[in-house]
């Protein structure tokens, strides 16, 4: 899942070699953490948030197979 996220936001943003993602495994939940350039941030969040949650939907749709939840938290 980590490698989809960073796909996907190196090909939305200006600065793709900022982005940096990292996972973070938990007992009931997987947590995909996603870091761009400040300012690229609002590339990455969208208008009303479309684009994150086009993202987490598309991480969702991909770990649908897997136990465990994904959460992708986008951080500054």
């Known amino acids: 899942m980590r490698e989809l996220v960073e796909v996907l936001a190196k090909a939305l943003v200006d ?3 900022e982005v940096v993602v990292t996972e973070k ?3 009931k939940a997987t947590v995909i953490e996603l870091r761009v350039a ?3 941030m609002g590339k990455v969040i969208g208008k009303q ?3 994150a949650k086009a ?3 598309l ?3 991909a770990a649908s197979g ?3 939840k ?3 938290e986008i951080l500054q």
């Open 70 to 72: 994904v959460v992708v």
């Open 59 to 61: 991480v969702k749709a």
């Open 15 to 17: 600065h793709p070699e």
């Open 25 to 27: 495994e938990t007992e």
């Open 38 to 40: 400040s300012s690229d």
């Open 49 to 51: 948030g479309r684009i």
């Open 55 to 57: 993202i987490r939907s």
């Open 66 to 68: 897997d136990e465990k």
